[in-house]
C-alpha cells in the first residue's frame, strides 16, 4: 500500500513534481475526490496556475473525475480566489492545481466543496488518502464530460461590484506579481477601474520564477516592489504570491503595512456596512485588531491558525470578514474564502476616499511593534514549549491559553505565541508590546529559553 502521509498535508496536497507527485497518482487523486463528492454533486470545477506541470496534472485530475462518471468544467488558467469564485458562483466542487508561493519544482491540489468550502484533514482529505492508498475502484458507468469555461471576466466584474474604485482619486499602484496569477487576474480587475494607474512588474507567467520567489511573507521577495514605488512615487505597492490568494502591501514610503492592519482596515470598512457583525482574527495577528474592531462596534472572535478553523467560525457566528497574520482575508460575501484581490480593492478604496498618504491612513491600524515570525528548531518541542510555560507561569499578571501552542500574555501590551510546526521540528514565535525596546526583549526572553 503506497503511504502519502508526506504530500497529503493539514489544507492540501503538496510535493516535488516527478518524484512525490506524477500524472498516475493525481488521476487516482481526481477519481477519489470525485467519490467523496458524488453524493453532492454531479460536476467538478478546476483550475491551474502557471506552473510548467500544471496542465498535465489538472488534465490527469479531470481524468480522474471522469472516471468515475461526474463532470468536469475546466476554467484553465486561474488563481486560487478565482477557483473559489467558480466553485461559489456555480455551487460545485473544485480542484486548484498550484504549489502556492513555493518553488518551481513543486506542485499540489486545493480542494473544495460546493461553495468554496474547504477539505482539510478532518473533513475529507483524509479519506481522500485512504482510498487512493488502498486503490481507487473502478466505476463500471458512462464516463463524465470535460467541459471549458472562461470565468475570468465574471471574476472581476463580481469583485468590483463588492469594492466601487470608480470615485476614487487617482492613484499610482506598483503591482508586484511575482510572474505568479496575478499577472493573469491583476490586468482584468484594474482594466475598467478609471483613477487606477498600474505599474506592473513581473506579470510574465513563468512558473520557475526568474526574478523572485512569489512568497511576500519573506521580506527579501518584496526589495523590488518597495524600491519601484519609490522610484515612481507611487501611492502604494501590492505584492502577490504565486497563486495570488495572498496580498502584500507597502506604503508610498515603501515600508511593509503589516497584515493584522490591513484586517483592522477592511474590518472598520466591512462593519461600516453591517454594524455589530462578528469579526475573526487568528492568535497571532496584532492586539490592536480586536481592540479596534470593538471600537468600532464589531465582535472580534479569536481561532486557531488556519483557514479551515477560520472559515468553519466564520460559518459558526456569520462573521463578516476574517483576517490572518499572513496575509489571508476572509470575506463572507466571497463565500467565506479567503481573496488577496478583494482585500487589496479594500484598502485602494480607503486611500482613494481621502487625500493623505497611506502610512497617515494606515498608522491608527499600527498600534504596536511586533517581532515577525522567528523559527528555532529543537530536538523536543513539548518540553521546549513547556520550558517557557515554566519560566513565565510564576509572574505577576500573567495569563496563559494553549488554544494553539501556547500564548502568554504578560498583561501590560507584551504578549508572545509559541507553536510547534506541523511538519517540521521547529518552534514559531511571535511576540508583541508597545515599542520596538520592548518586544527586542521580550523576544530575546523567550528565544534564551527556547534554544537553551
Known sequence: ??????????????????????????RDFGAAFALLIKPDSPSVVIGHDMRDSSPELSSAFAEGVTSQGLDVISIGLASTDELYFASGSM???????TAS?????????????????PVGQDS???????????????????????TERDVLADYADYLRNLVDLSGSRP????????????????PEVFGSTGPIEIVPMYFELDGNFPNHE??????????????KVREVGADLGLAFDGDADRCFVVDENGDPVSPSAVTALVAVRELAKEPGSAVIHNLITSKSVPEIVAEHG???VRTRVGHSFIKEKMAETGAIFGGEHSAHYYFRDFWRADTGML???????????????????????????????????????????????????????????????????????RWFNLRPSNTEPLLRLNAEAPTEDAVRALTEEVLAIVRA
Open 343 to 413: 482585500a487589496a480593492l479594500h484598502v485602494l478604496a480607503a486611500l482613494g476616499e481621502q487625500n493623505g498618504p497611506l502610512s497617515q491612513l494606515t498608522a491608527e491600524y499600527q498600534r504596536y511593534a511586533a517581532s515577525g515570525e522567528i523559527n528555532s528548531m529543537v530536538d523536543d518541542q513539548v518540553a521546549r514549549q513547556l520550558a517557557v510555560k515554566d519560566a513565565f507561569a510564576g509572574r505577576d499578571g500573567v495569563s496563559i491559553d494553549e488554544l494553539d501552542g501556547l500564548t502568554i500574555d504578560l498583561g501590560d501590551g
Open 298 to 300: 464589531g465582535k472580534p
Open 214 to 227: 512569489a512568497n511576500p511573507l519573506d521580506p527579501a521577495n518584496l526589495v523590488d516592489v518597495q524600491a
Open 171 to 186: 492613484l499610482k499602484v506598483v503591482v508586484d506579481a511575482g510572474n505568479g496569477m496575478g499577472g493573469h487576474t491583476v
Open 101 to 117: 508561493h513555493n518553488p518551481a519544482k513543486y506542485n499540489g491540489i486545493k480542494l473544495c466543496r460546493s461553495g468554496a468550502s
Open 124 to 146: 475529507g482529505l483524509a479519506e481522500i488518502r485512504d482510498t487512493v492508498e488502498q486503490g481507487v475502484p473502478e466505476f463500471a458507468g458512462q464516463h463524465g464530460t470535460v
Open 1 to 26: 500500500m503506497t503511504d502519502l502521509s508526506g504530500i497529503v498535508k493539514a489544507y492540501d496536497i503538496r510535493g516535488v513534481v516527478g518524484e512525490q507527485l506524477h500524472a498516475e497518482l493525481v
Open 91 to 97: 455551487n460545485m466542487p473544485g480542484a486548484m492545481f
